[in-house]
């Protein structure tokens, strides 16, 4: 049914099953924003059996490798992406949450060296759902898109 809604692309990657509302945080993460200039369509809300209602996210031109894609786990634990070559889908896979998450999430501690003495990277790991600095230990306790740059 979203064919009707976006076109199929050439080329590129589609980031399908997002959770609706959380296309644009997806966008974020994929470091698509006003100076882009690939060429994005977004699709919200469309209907769909699984979930009932979900977004669908399009970036042309452009391939999302699978590291990229896990960071996109933590706002779309069910995200299916798509690469697009001719028209055809070449490579699906599932997003898979990733042990760790360097430079994609600022700690919300004003005191973190990854504050204080830019540029240091970030680094989070994952374990059992928690999301926790590296560096100063700081558990991020909002939604992950809270700590998007
Ligand atoms: N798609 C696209 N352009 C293409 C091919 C596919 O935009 N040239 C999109 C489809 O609209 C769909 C997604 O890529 O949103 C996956 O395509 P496909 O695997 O054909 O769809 P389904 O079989 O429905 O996928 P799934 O089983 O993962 O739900
Ligand atoms: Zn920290």
Not at 16 to 21: A, L, M, S, V, W
Request: charged residues 30%; contains cysteine; proline residues 5%.
């Amino acid at each position: 049914m979203e064919e009707l809604k976006i076109r199929p692309i050439e080329d590129g990657t589609v980031i399908d099953h997002i959770p609706r509302g959380q296309s644009l945080n997806v966008l974020r993460v994929l470091g698509v924003d006003t100076s882009t200039r690939d060429v994005v369509s977004v699709a919200m809300n469309v209907p769909s059996d699984a979930m009932g209602r979900k977004d669908i996210v399009k970036v042309e031109d452009r391939e999302i490798g699978s590291k990229e894609a896990d960071i996109i786990a933590l706002i779309a634990p069910d995200a299916t992406v798509n690469v697009v070559r001719d028209f055809e889908v070449r490579d699906k896979y599932e997003v898979s949450m990733p042990d760790e998450i360097r430079g994609v999430l600022n700690c919300p501690n004003p005191n973190c060296i990854t504050n204080t003495r830019e540029p240091v990277e970030t680094v989070f790991d994952v374990r059992d759902g928690e999301i926790r600095c590296d560096y100063c230990g700081t558990v991020l306790t909002d939604e992950v898109a809270e700590y998007l740059g």
